[in-house]
């Protein structure tokens, strides 16, 4: 099966981007960009096709994840996986008014990720 | 004290100062025969009329004008020190006008003639009733007195208005609070207290719910006469007449600004400390993430360590992340640590695990400057591997040789607000570095990485010098995080 969902990493953690990045490359998926900042990750997707986007909340910059997603999704409907480090009520329930595919509380297992990709790229194959 | 019920049943208790029985009897019968019940206490001289006073048990006095040694004057004298409320009533044969005019001047309510005793019940009723009237005006203004004092000792703002709303009253709280006195208030409206922060909505609300006959309690936002703004708790009462008009209003107000700033304090105190509790939580967890992503990292590109060697570099990399923290609680400031003493135990604590050549020394040019630990955090796993990868380029101690190597760690704010950081290093043993040790060499990858990407900073090497050796120069600025606790 080819995994060629277009995945973008929104993580200001340099290095669990970069150990991000390999594991998912190892996995067979392709990481099309990886960015540190909201503003950052919302210009990418003007700029190029995601298919699915991996957003850490507590970024670099002036916009948070979740306000970095919800510019995102006015852009176009794009499945959201946040990855965080909050863990708190009021934070979950923000995330979770855009509807993500999943919210990972770090440290993040990336079998996990691995996991929700194979998934939804069971479901775009089946589509397809 | 006589009470209506009584009267209706026509029971009056007497007292009769006569000495003459047979008048006595007229008198009674008089009564009895207009259906009085009666309870008679018969007295005839002043003794027994003192006595009798000051048992009290009656409601009414008849007294003989003439008696042997004593007169209806003394006996008024005595009942209005005694018992002014009972009403005195003089029976006499012989008063004259001017004697009756002034018994009614010192206070007797009315007289009856001997020869006209037909009088005398309705006298009685009329006396009796009269004084009935006389005990419940003085209860409502004993009340009334007493209410009054509430209002002007009470501690709540009191204002009442006419219909229209112009103020006819305010207590002293009002003008103790307000700053306006009495005089300059009365013949106004209230709007004068109004502080424009509240809006038109607000006050239609207000007068809908009075105007419709109802209370209306809410929170006014008020300014004083000197323009201080304050918060008002009131509660505002139409006053309606017997025909349900509102004739006028009533205001009860209690300042609650100081409750309201209280309340504020504690709401953000406590908000603080969620925030805070959430912050910690989050530092904590993220803390595991990147300690778990340098494993990982090691595992990735470096398979080929040791376990040894592959345990000491991450524990040493976990260190500068704890030390990094300890130096957060060394300060006041949940959010920012001195990087200069940062950098300090940092590198001596690298230093400590690295040492193998006594002819290694490690100097420092460290300003204070305040960074965020967002910042701190990257920049210490940074220059962990800089510096470690730095002592590691001299060869292993070697007592014979007498060359002194020096690292010398400086660090500064530049006038653009960037922090520079200079790691600069004496040639290896006076050898010249070759290209395998600059900076962009496969071992400070990450170093570099986090400075670039997560800092947003620059890193270069400068090997040029061929006395000093070479200096790495990271730049960036602490301003890629907003400060969160």
């Known amino acids: 099966m080819s995994r060629n969902l277009k995945i973008l990493i929104v993580e200001d953690e340099v290095l669990t981007a970069i150990v991000m990045k390999k594991k998912l490359e190892n996995a067979g998926y392709q990481v099309a960009q990886s960015v540190t900042t909201g503003e950052d990750a919302v210009l990418t997707v003007k700029e190029m096709t995601i298919d699915i986007v991996l957003m850490d909340i507590r970024l670099a910059g002036e ?64 589509k397809g | 004290m006589k009470h209506s019920s009584d009267l ?10 006569e000495d003459s029985l047979p008048d006595l009897e007229l008198m009674t019968e008089q009564l009895s025969g207009a259906g009085y019940q009666l309870e008679v206490n018969h007295v005839m001289d002043e003794a027994g009329f003192r006595e009798a006073i000051q048992k009290g048990e009656f409601e009414i006095i008849l007294a003989d004008f003439k008696l042997a040694g004593f007169d209806a004057f003394g006996a008024l004298d005595i009942c209005q020190r005694s018992c002014p409320e009972i009403p005195f009533i003089c029976v006499s044969g012989s008063i ?63 204002v009442i208005t006419d219909a229209e709303g112009t103020i006819e009253y305010v207590n002293p ?127 990735l590109t470096k398979p080929e360590l040791s376990l040894d060697q592959f345990v000491i570099d991450i524990s040493s990399k976990i260190q500068s992340m704890a030390l990094a923290q300890r130096e957060l609680n060394n300060g006041n400031n949940l959010s920012r640590i001195d990087l200069g003493a940062y950098l300090k135990i940092l590198a001596q604590d690298i230093m400590e ?81 070759n290209n395998r040790d600059f900076i962009l060499d496969e071992k400070n990858k990450l170093a570099v990485a986090m400075v670039n990407e997560q800092l947003a900073g620059t890193i270069t090497v400068d090997a040029t010098n061929e006395t000093t050796g070479r200096t790495i120069k990271i730049t960036f600025k602490d301003n890629r995080y907003s400060e969160r606790v």
Request: glycine content about 4%.
């Open chain 2, 353 to 433: 695990r690295n040492r193998q050549n006594a002819n290694l020394k490690m100097t420092f040019d460290l300003e204070s400057v305040q960074v965020l630990l967002d910042t701190a955090l990257p920049l210490g796993i940074a220059i962990n591997e800089l510096l470690s990868n730095a002592i590691a380029s001299y060869p292993s101690d070697n007592p014979k040789r007498r060359i002194i190597n020096e690292i010398r760690i400086i660090s500064r704010v530049l006038e653009s607000k960037d922090i520079e950081i200079c790691i600069s290093q004496t040639r290896v043993n006076g050898e010249h570095f």
């Open chain 2, 8 to 17: 209706e049943k026509n029971l009056i208790k007497v007292l009769i100062l």
């Open chain 2, 96 to 158: 004259g006008e001017e004697s009756a005019i002034e018994l009614l001047k010192k206070g007797a309510v009315d007289y009856v003639m001997k020869d006209r005793l037909g009088r005398l019940s309705f006298t009685v009723k009329r006396a009796l009733g009269e004084a009935i009237e006389k005990q419940n005006k003085h209860k409502i203004e004993e009340q009334l007195t007493l209410l009054n004092r509430a209002v002007e000792a009470s501690s709540v703002s009191v």
């Open chain 2, 173 to 299: 709280h009002f003008t103790e609070v307000t700053g306006y006195s009495f005089e300059e208030v009365v013949g106004k409206n209230p709007r004068i207290l109004k502080s424009g922060n509240q809006k038109t909505d607000f006050y239609d609300e207000l007068w809908n719910t009075l105007l419709s006959g109802n209370d209306w309690t809410g929170e006014f936002h008020n300014k004083k006469k000197d323009g201080a703004l304050f918060w008002e708790k009131a509660v505002i009462s139409p006053i309606l007449n017997s025909s349900g008009e509102i004739i006028q209003f009533v205001a009860i107000k209690e300042d609650i600004t100081e409750r309201k700033k209280l309340l504020e304090e504690l709401v953000s105190t406590i908000s603080d400390k969620d925030k805070l509790v959430r912050e910690l939580a989050h530092r904590s967890f993220n803390n595991m993430q990147v300690i778990q992503a340098m494993l990982e990292y090691k595992l």
């Open chain 1, 63 to 126: 916009i948070d994840g979740i306000e970095a997603a919800t510019k995102i999704q006015n852009l176009r409907e794009i499945p959201i996986i946040f990855l965080t480090g909050y863990n708190d009520a009021e934070t979950k329930k923000r995330a979770n008014a855009l509807e993500p595919l999943a919210i990972l509380i770090k440290p993040v297992e990336m079998t996990d990720v691995v996991n929700i990709l194979e998934r939804i790229q069971g479901d775009n194959s089946k």
